[in-house]
Nanobody, 126 residues
Framework: VQLQASGGGLVQAGACLRLSCVVFGRSFRGYALGWFRQAPGKEREFVSAVSWNGDSAFYADSVKGRFTISRDNAKNVMYLEMNSLKPEDTAVYYC????????????????????WGQGTLVTVSS
């Protein structure tokens, strides 16, 4: 099982980016997926998560209203649309897959995720 995140880059404040996370090796249609990020010198933190069917999504307060999570189960892909980027959004962004099947609400805690991608770097300049 492998998760591959991509789409990061260097942008100016106010710009937009779309991150993608492709899952290889098995289908995660029945599992929630999430995004986390780790800024330089800081702990990894929750960003957003989407339920297995896409009906439910959670966001960290710091990104609410600017980021949108979605998934395409037919393609085994998850996205994170990031708008109005700020310098404080600079971090390595990781995608992850839930360890539990058909969880009602997508989890927000790291230990609830069993599979992790390698991360993609987002740098927002002021």
């Amino acid at each position: 099982v492998q998760l591959q995140a991509s789409g990061g880059g260097l942008v100016q404040a106010g710009a937009c980016l779309r991150l993608s996370c492709v899952v290889f090796g098995r289908s995660f249609r029945g599992y929630a997926l999430g995004w986390f990020r780790q800024a330089p010198g800081k702990e990894r933190e929750f960003v957003s998560a989407v339920s297995w069917n896409g009906d439910s999504a959670f966001y960290a307060d710091s990104v609410k209203g600017r980021f949108t999570i979605s998934r395409d189960n037919a393609k085994n892909v998850m996205y994170l649309e990031m708008n109005s980027l700020k310098p404080e959004d600079t971090a390595v962004y990781y995608c992850a897959a839930d360890r539990s099947f058909h969880r009602v609400s997508p989890p927000t805690l790291q230990f609830e995720y069993a599979y992790w991608g390698q991360g993609t770097l987002v740098t927002v300049s002021s």
